[in-house]
């Protein structure tokens, strides 16, 4: 069964950072893109990064380009956010989801909370 | 602004048959795929339809997806009290080098 756990949520002040982590298991992790999709509350989804198999390429919405920084650890079946710069606007629920770069979301965790506030 | 363009609410009786559609343009829909993802309330999204009009294994038949040009729609048939859920499409942009989603549909089932 194919499972995502993400982590490293919570509150922090403008302009701080925050490192969100995602634990998978249940298939092969090194052989599948992942990605991060965040929902403001009460809005839609939106793509925030992806990243390969091999993690050799990395992909960004323009919203967050030059601030976040995706990045994967197969050997710990591990994907991660590095938020750097954080904005009012980032405040979101993320998800980690198998897939991205050219590949469906066909999996999703539940997500962990991101609130930029002072 | 969504790059992908929904209606914001859909609604249809037990049974019904309701139509969502997604429009986009050449950069996305255009020359990719699209996939539909259905999110019901407090929950994550889940999979819908993939590559325009497959479904995963498990969602039911009365799910169908179709694409023409640079539009997309999903179609529900037979519609049932716990299809009340927010839809989304997306697709790849090559212009913009990501996924893009459509805004979501929210269907109320009367």
């Known amino acids: 069964e194919v499972q995502l756990l993400e982590s490293g949520g919570g509150l922090v002040q403008p302009g701080g950072s925050l490192r969100l982590s995602c634990a998978a298991s249940?298939?092969?992790?090194?052989?599948?893109?992942m990605s991060w999709v965040r929902q403001a509350p009460g809005k839609g989804l939106e793509w925030v990064s992806g990243?390969?198999?091999?993690?050799?390429?990395?992909y960004y919405a323009d919203s967050v380009k030059g601030r976040f920084t995706i990045s994967r650890d197969n050997s710990k079946n591990t994907l991660n956010l590095q938020m750097n710069s954080l904005r009012a606007e980032d405040t979101a629920l993320y998800y980690c989801?198998?897939?991205?770069?050219?590949?469906?979301?066909?999996?999703w965790g539940q997500g962990t909370l991101v609130t930029v506030s002072s | 602004q969504s790059v992908l363009t929904q209606p914001p609410s859909a609604s249809g009786t037990p049974g019904q048959r309701v139509t969502i559609s997604c429009s986009g343009s050449?950069?996305?829909?255009?020359?990719?795929?699209v996939n539909w993802y259905q999110q019901l309330p407090g929950t994550a999204p889940k999979l819908l339809i993939y590559?325009?009009?497959q479904r995963p294994s498990g969602v039911p038949d009365r799910f169908s997806g179709s694409k023409s040009g640079t539009s997309a729609s999903l179609a529900i048939r037979g519609l049932q009290s716990e299809d009340e859920a927010d839809y989304y499409c997306?697709?790849?942009?090559?212009?913009?080098?990501?996924?893009?989603f459509g805004g979501g549909t929210k269907l109320t089932v009367l």
């Open positions: 249940g298939f092969t992790f090194r052989s599948y893109g």
């Open positions: 997306a697709a790849w942009d090559d212009s913009l080098n990501g996924w893009v």
């Open positions: 989801a198998k897939g991205g770069l050219w590949d469906p979301f066909d999996y």
């Open positions: 050449s950069s996305n829909i255009g020359s990719n795929t």
């Open positions: 990243i390969s198999g091999g993690g050799g390429s990395t």
């Open positions: 590559s325009n009009n």
